[in-house]
């Protein structure tokens, strides 16, 4: 098990469309991983949920790995997201991601068909096995229709060399003292459930996945500055006074909260895609109060 490679504030762009076409606008997507990299985040993860990954056709997902990495110019670590139905299509994924110059691949693994332990095991280490950079196990069941037990993914990270960090994004704070437990705290894990933010970096987390920085960058990185300091009641105020706008992202969709927010700050980047649906004039309005007066 290898040390820390990630720490801080992962920040989590959407993916721009045209308003023209509804295709991948990689200028705009260009243009708001820069504005990511310049606000001070750690390290920024395209293609994850957030990024509508999901909905793009293969042409446009290359499009926006490529562009997004490109975008990032080694200024932090880039995490491409790899999540796919299929192994085949996840190793091709990953090593696009690698060859376009990626420092890292999450993978989540998705499900139609249940999986099982084995059958997850197998997916993880066939795309570890194609790609020399490091692999973040993805832990997202509300999205991906499997839930990765901390067990299995410590053992996943021990048994195969460059699987060496997790995304946990359960919303069980338990599960991040069970992965620190269970590896004697050697494992670098991450949260990716927004309200959790303060919890679990109290649990050890190493860093925060998140959509936020789209939106509130100083807040953010307001809070892991207080984290890292020590300073506890900084770090309440700090999460405290995002956490509105955090819980409001995440219960009206990210793409579709985020892209809201964005477009309230003069910064358009498209409608969601279908079947996803823009906010409407009541919620965007109560997005616009919420980020003011987190602000």
Not at 159 to 171: F, P
Not at 231 to 257: C, E, H, K, S, W
Request: hydrophobic share 45%; net charge negative; glycine share 8%.
């Amino acid at each position: 098990m290898t040390g820390t490679v990630l720490e801080g504030i992962i920040a989590y762009p959407v993916t721009p469309f045209s308003a023209a076409d509804g295709r991948v606008d990689t200028d705009r997507l260009a243009a708001l991983v820069d504005r990511l990299v310049r606000a001070g985040c750690h390290a920024v993860a395209p293609l994850g949920s957030t990024g509508e990954s999901a909905y793009l056709e293969d042409e446009e997902w290359y499009e926006a790995a490529e562009a997004s990495v490109a975008a990032v110019a080694g200024r932090v670590p880039a995490v491409v997201g790899i999540a796919d139905l299929t192994t085949r299509s996840a190793v091709r994924r990953a090593r696009f991601a690698e060859r376009a110059g990626a420092d890292v691949v999450m993978v989540l693994p998705l499900s139609y068909w249940k999986l099982d332990e084995r059958e997850v095991s197998r997916h993880f280490t066939a795309v570890a096995d194609a790609v020399g950079i490091p692999v973040m196990i993805y832990n997202n069941p509300a999205t991906s229709g499997i839930d990765l037990s901390p067990e299995l993914m410590v053992s996943l990270v021990e048994r195969v060399g460059n699987i060496t960090m997790v995304k946990e994004s359960s919303g069980d704070v338990q599960r991040m003292h069970r992965l620190a437990q269970l590896s004697e705290g050697r494992l670098p894990f991450y949260n990716g459930s927004n309200p959790l933010a303060l919890e679990a970096f109290a649990a050890g987390a190493a860093g925060w996945c998140t959509a936020a920085p789209c939106l509130i960058p100083e807040l953010t990185l307001e809070l892991y500055r207080a984290v890292r300091a020590g300073d506890l009641p900084a770090a309440r105020a700090a999460f405290y006074r995002q956490l509105p706008v955090l819980q409001f992202i995440l219960r009206g969709g990210l793409p579709t909260t985020v892209k809201a927010g964005l477009a309230l700050d003069g910064f358009p980047a498209g409608d969601p895609r279908h079947p996803l649906l823009p906010l409407d004039a009541g919620r965007t309005g109560e997005l616009a109060e919420l980020l003011a007066a987190a602000r």
